[in-house]
């Protein structure tokens, strides 16, 4: 059927639009097309890798404390192979803990540092670098252990970080200091928990 003049203006009209603009749309289309396709890949490989996360790390608490190498090894895993997921920092918790009573310290320092670096929840990297300057506490690293305690971390924890700010700088003879650190300790920490009283009888025994 013969097209009338209007309609051969239209058609010449889209195909002038076509040639200048039809490469940018295609491209544009193709960009959106593989932008989708890649979402729903990364949303299933992430969703693989929670699920399979989830299960190793339950295998990982109901292990034996006095298995000691298997604990080692699936935490291992976790964090090498998922470390994206929430499961690796607490999988770096429980490691470091095995090695503490190994007596390899180096090793769960290690592990310590990395849950406070790569840990997916706030509260693991709060707890891993309170452990942490624990232990560095312990081996008398105590400029280590302060500057452990000085990252910043859930206000959850603020109680329990001052507590041990004040038992460093005891240690370092830094009696005015450790007295401020005890008494933010007290404001922080719940009045009704064990820690509160102990922290409160450190507190009374630097005097006035």
Wanted: no cysteine; net charge negative.
């Amino acid at each position: 059927m013969a097209l009338d003049l209007e309609e051969q203006e239209q058609l010449d009209a889209l195909k002038t639009w076509w040639n200048t603009y039809g490469n940018l749309l295609t491209s544009a289309l193709l960009v959106i097309v593989l932008a989708l396709v890649a979402y729903k890949g990364w949303a299933y490989y992430q969703h693989k890798q929670s699920t399979e996360a989830s299960t190793k790390y339950e295998a990982l608490i109901k292990l034996d404390p006095k298995d000691t190498k298997e604990i080692q090894t699936i935490s291992a895993d976790l964090m090498d192979h998922y470390a994206s997921t929430p499961y690796a920092g607490r999988a770096a918790l429980t490691v470091a803990v095995t090695n503490l009573t190994l007596n390899d310290t180096k090793s769960a320092k290690a592990q310590l540092a990395w849950a406070a670096q790569n840990a997916k929840e706030s509260q693991i990297q709060a707890i891993a670098n309170l452990q942490l300057a624990g232990v560095q506490f312990e081996e008398k690293s105590y400029d280590e252990a302060l500057k452990t305690l000085a990252t910043k971390h859930d206000e959850g924890f603020d109680g329990l970080y001052a507590d041990l700010k004040g038992d460093i700088l005891v240690a370092q003879n830094k009696k005015d200091e450790a007295r401020t650190a005890y008494q933010e300790a007290l404001s922080k920490l719940d009045a009704e928990g064990r820690y509160y009283h102990f922290t409160e009888h450190k507190l009374e025994s630097l005097g006035s």
